[in-house]
C-alpha cells in the first residue's frame, strides 16, 4: 500500500504564492505519474497539474503559467504563483505506479488527505 502525505497549503492574499508537496512511501515500486487535483465548494474534482514518469506534464487552462508541477524522486510538489480567489479549493495529491516482477506485475493509485488553499480578495 501506498501512502500519500501532503503539506504546505494555507492561507494567502490574492496575487501571492504557495507551493504544495505531496511525498509518497510505503510499497512503491514504481511511479507512473503524480499529480494534484482540487476541488471547491459544491463542484466536481477537477484535475490541475500531473507529470508523467519521463517528465511530461499537462495543466488545466486555468492554471497554465502560473502553476508548475514538478517531481523529486517519490515527492511531487505544485508551486503555484499569481493566486487568484477562484484557485481556493481542497487540493489533493494523486499518483498511480506499480510494483512487482514482470511475471505479475501489480497496479496501485493512490490520495492523498487533501490540503485547503484558500486565496483571499
Known amino acids: 500500500q501506498v501512502q500519500l502525505v501532503e503539506s504546505g497549503g494555507g492561507l494567502v492574499q490574492s496575487g501571492g504564492s504557495l507551493r504544495l508537496s505531496c511525498a509518497a512511501s510505503?510499497?512503491?515500486?514504481?511511479?507512473?505519474?503524480m499529480g494534484w487535483y482540487r476541488q471547491a465548494p459544491e463542484k466536481e474534482r477537477e484535475l490541475v497539474a500531473v507529470?508523467?514518469?519521463?517528465?511530461d506534464t499537462s495543466y488545466a487552462e486555468s492554471v497554465k503559467g502560473r502553476f508548475t508541477v514538478f517531481r523529486d524522486k517519490n515527492t511531487v510538489y505544485l508551486q503555484m504563483n499569481s493566486l487568484k480567489p477562484e484557485d481556493t479549493a481542497v487540493y489533493y495529491c494523486?499518483?498511480?505506479?506499480?510494483?512487482?516482477?514482470?511475471?505479475?506485475?501489480?497496479?496501485?493509485?493512490?490520495w492523498g488527505q487533501g490540503t485547503q488553499v484558500t486565496v483571499s480578495a
Open positions: 510505503g510499497r512503491i515500486g514504481s511511479i507512473d505519474a
Open positions: 494523486y499518483a498511480d505506479g506499480s510494483y512487482g516482477p514482470v511475471e505479475r506485475v501489480y497496479k496501485w493509485d493512490s
Open positions: 507529470i508523467a514518469s519521463r517528465g
